[in-house]
C-alpha cells in the first residue's frame, strides 16, 4: 500500500513540474518576496520520509545501510524508497541528507588523488574559477571525475561503486543518467558563494531565463540532480553549503535569486547542516544554495560535487556543427552586409551552430563575465558583426573546439 501511495504522490508531483504556470512567463520584474515565504511556510513533516531517521533543520536526514537495505529487500519496497526520495526532491524541502554515504578509507584515497590535482594545478599557475564565488581564493578542479579515472582507476570503481549515489541518481532521474563532477576546496578565510540555483537554467542571467516559457523553467530541475559528498568532517565554522528548504518550488525563482532582497533573505533564514566524513546531500538543483564561508583557521573544506544529468539531454542526430556553420557563413556574411533582416540571419545561426555553451571544458574555456563561456553561436555571431573572413571564423572555432576537449 506504501508504494502504490507513494507512487500516485509522484506522478502527480511530474503533472505539477512539467505542466506550465500561471503567468505564461516568468519575469524579472514580477518577483515577489512575499510570494517565496508564502511558499516557505509549508514545514517538511517526517511522516513524509518514513525511511529517514530524522528532521534535522527541515531536512530528512537518511542513514546510508538503511536505506540501501530498504531499497535491496524487493521490488515494492525499492520503488517505495525511490518515490520517497523523489517527493522530498520534489514536493518536500528539496534536500536530502544520507549519513556514512561513502566509506571514510574509500574517501580517503579519492582525496589523495583530488590533492595531486590541485598541487599540479598549483605548480602550474592554474587558477580555476568558480561560477559563483571569487576565482583564486579557493580550489576548484574540474572535471573530477575524468582525472580521477586516469589518476587512479581502482579508486575511482570503489568510490563510484557507490549504492546511495545510484539510489538518489535513479529516483530522480532514472537509468541512463549521467555522471559528472568537480571539486571544491574551500580553504581557511575562504569566502562562500552568493545564493544561486543550479545548472541549467541556473548559469544563466535572469534576462536570459525570462526568455525561456515558464514550463521550461519548471522542466530545467528535473533534468539535473546536485549532489555533494563530504571529504573531511565538516563542522558548521567550516562553511558546510547553505540552504533554503522548500525554495525549489518558487515558480519565479531562475529570475529572482540575484534580486537584492531575495539574497538578502537568503543569507537572513538558510539552513546550514553539519556534516561527516563520507555523509552525502543531493538536492533539486533549483533549490536556493550556496557554499559557505569558511571560518576556521585549519579547516580546508574539500567537496566532491556531483551534478547528474538526465539521459534525455542530448540529440537524436549527430551533427558537425562546425562543418556546418562554416559551409553557410560565406552566406550569411554575404547576407549581413547587403542588409538582410538581422532575424533572418540570427534565426539561421541558431539552426546552423551549436547556441549552448556547455558541456565544455572549464579549465580552458572558464566563463569570462559571466556564468557561462561564449557557444560556437555567440563566436559566429560575432565574426559577422566583425565583418571577418571565413578564415578568421575557421581559425576562431578550431580554437574553441580545442578549449572545449576534455584533456
Given at each position: 500500500m506504501l508504494g502504490r501511495q507513494t507512487r500516485r504522490t509522484v506522478e502527480e508531483d511530474v503533472v505539477t513540474l512539467t505542466a506550465s504556470p500561471t503567468p505564461s512567463w516568468l519575469l524579472p520584474e514580477d518577483c515577489r518576496l512575499a510570494d517565496l515565504r508564502e511558499v516557505l511556510a509549508e514545514?517538511?513533516?517526517?511522516?513524509?520520509?518514513?525511511?529517514?531517521?530524522?528532521?534535522?533543520g527541515e531536512v530528512p536526514v537518511y542513514a546510508a545501510d538503511r536505506l540501501v537495505g530498504a531499497a535491496a529487500a524487493d521490488e515494492e519496497t525499492r520503488?517505495?524508497?525511490?518515490?520517497?526520495?523523489?517527493g522530498t526532491l520534489a514536493r518536500g524541502p528539496g534536500i536530502v541528507v544520507v549519513e556514512r554515504a561513502f566509506e571514510p578509507a574509500v574517501v580517503d584515497r579519492v582525496t589523495t588523488a583530488f590533492e595531486g590535482m590541485i598541487d599540479e594545478q598549483r605548480s602550474a599557475g592554474t587558477a580555476s574559477g568558480d561560477h559563483f564565488a571569487k576565482p583564486g581564493a579557493n580550489d576548484r578542479v574540474w572535471n573530477a571525475l575524468e582525472k580521477l579515472a586516469v589518476a587512479d582507476p581502482e579508486?575511482?570503481?570503489?568510490?563510484?561503486a557507490n549504492d546511495v549515489l545510484a539510489l538518489a541518481a535513479t529516483a530522480w532521474l532514472g537509468p541512463g543518467y549521467q555522471v559528472t563532477s568537480q571539486v571544491n576546496v574551500v580553504n581557511p578565510g575562504g569566502a562562500g558563494q552568493t545564493v544561486h540555483r543550479d545548472y541549467h537554467l541556473g548559469f544563466q542571467s535572469d534576462e536570459t531565463c525570462a526568455r525561456y516559457p515558464a514550463h521550461v523553467h519548471a522542466l530545467s530541475q528535473v533534468l539535473t540532480l546536485q549532489g555533494a559528498v563530504a571529504h573531511c568532517d565538516m563542522p558548521v565554522e567550516s562553511g558546510p553549503t547553505l540552504y533554503l528548504p522548500h525554495s525549489?518550488?518558487?515558480a519565479h525563482g531562475y529570475v529572482a535569486y540575484q534580486r537584492p532582497e531575495f539574497k538578502e533573505y537568503f543569507a537572513a533564514h538558510h539552513v546550514q547542516l553539519p556534516l561527516g566524513k563520507g555523509d552525502a546531500v543531493f538536492f533539486n538543483p533549483a533549490l536556493f544554495h550556496a557554499a559557505g564561508t569558511n571560518r576556521s583557521t585549519g579547516i580546508r573544506r574539500m567537496?566532491?560535487?556531483?551534478?547528474?544529468?538526465?539521459?534525455?539531454?542530448r540529440a537524436m542526430e549527430t551533427v558537425g556543427r562546425q562543418r556546418v556553420v562554416e559551409a553557410v557563413y560565406p552566406t550569411l556574411l554575404a547576407r549581413h552586409v547587403a542588409g538582410a533582416g538581422e532575424q533572418a540571419v540570427a534565426n539561421a545561426v541558431a539552426?546552423?551552430?551549436?547556441g549552448y555553451a556547455f558541456p565544455t571544458n572549464l579549465d580552458r574555456d572558464q566563463p569570462i563575465g559571466g556564468m557561462a563561456p561564449p557557444s560556437q553561436a555567440d563566436v559566429v555571431t560575432g565574426a559577422l558583426a566583425e565583418g571577418l573572413g571565413i578564415d578568421e571564423l575557421h581559425r576562431r572555432l578550431d580554437a574553441q573546439a580545442v578549449a572545449r576537449r576534455s584533456h
Amino acid at each position: 500500500m506504501l508504494g502504490r501511495q507513494t507512487r500516485r504522490t509522484v506522478e502527480e508531483d511530474v503533472v505539477t513540474l512539467t505542466a506550465s504556470p500561471t503567468p505564461s512567463w516568468l519575469l524579472p520584474e514580477d518577483c515577489r518576496l512575499a510570494d517565496l515565504r508564502e511558499v516557505l511556510a509549508e514545514r517538511t513533516r517526517l511522516e513524509d520520509s518514513p525511511h529517514a531517521e530524522r528532521l534535522e533543520g527541515e531536512v530528512p536526514v537518511y542513514a546510508a545501510d538503511r536505506l540501501v537495505g530498504a531499497a535491496a529487500a524487493d521490488e515494492e519496497t525499492r520503488r517505495a524508497v525511490l518515490a520517497e526520495v523523489a517527493g522530498t526532491l520534489a514536493r518536500g524541502p528539496g534536500i536530502v541528507v544520507v549519513e556514512r554515504a561513502f566509506e571514510p578509507a574509500v574517501v580517503d584515497r579519492v582525496t589523495t588523488a583530488f590533492e595531486g590535482m590541485i598541487d599540479e594545478q598549483r605548480s602550474a599557475g592554474t587558477a580555476s574559477g568558480d561560477h559563483f564565488a571569487k576565482p583564486g581564493a579557493n580550489d576548484r578542479v574540474w572535471n573530477a571525475l575524468e582525472k580521477l579515472a586516469v589518476a587512479d582507476p581502482e579508486a575511482f570503481v570503489d568510490y563510484y561503486a557507490n549504492d546511495v549515489l545510484a539510489l538518489a541518481a535513479t529516483a530522480w532521474l532514472g537509468p541512463g543518467y549521467q555522471v559528472t563532477s568537480q571539486v571544491n576546496v574551500v580553504n581557511p578565510g575562504g569566502a562562500g558563494q552568493t545564493v544561486h540555483r543550479d545548472y541549467h537554467l541556473g548559469f544563466q542571467s535572469d534576462e536570459t531565463c525570462a526568455r525561456y516559457p515558464a514550463h521550461v523553467h519548471a522542466l530545467s530541475q528535473v533534468l539535473t540532480l546536485q549532489g555533494a559528498v563530504a571529504h573531511c568532517d565538516m563542522p558548521v565554522e567550516s562553511g558546510p553549503t547553505l540552504y533554503l528548504p522548500h525554495s525549489q518550488k518558487y515558480a519565479h525563482g531562475y529570475v529572482a535569486y540575484q534580486r537584492p532582497e531575495f539574497k538578502e533573505y537568503f543569507a537572513a533564514h538558510h539552513v546550514q547542516l553539519p556534516l561527516g566524513k563520507g555523509d552525502a546531500v543531493f538536492f533539486n538543483p533549483a533549490l536556493f544554495h550556496a557554499a559557505g564561508t569558511n571560518r576556521s583557521t585549519g579547516i580546508r573544506r574539500m567537496a566532491n560535487l556531483l551534478q547528474v544529468s538526465s539521459a534525455f539531454g542530448r540529440a537524436m542526430e549527430t551533427v558537425g556543427r562546425q562543418r556546418v556553420v562554416e559551409a553557410v557563413y560565406p552566406t550569411l556574411l554575404a547576407r549581413h552586409v547587403a542588409g538582410a533582416g538581422e532575424q533572418a540571419v540570427a534565426n539561421a545561426v541558431a539552426a546552423s551552430a551549436e547556441g549552448y555553451a556547455f558541456p565544455t571544458n572549464l579549465d580552458r574555456d572558464q566563463p569570462i563575465g559571466g556564468m557561462a563561456p561564449p557557444s560556437q553561436a555567440d563566436v559566429v555571431t560575432g565574426a559577422l558583426a566583425e565583418g571577418l573572413g571565413i578564415d578568421e571564423l575557421h581559425r576562431r572555432l578550431d580554437a574553441q573546439a580545442v578549449a572545449r576537449r576534455s584533456h
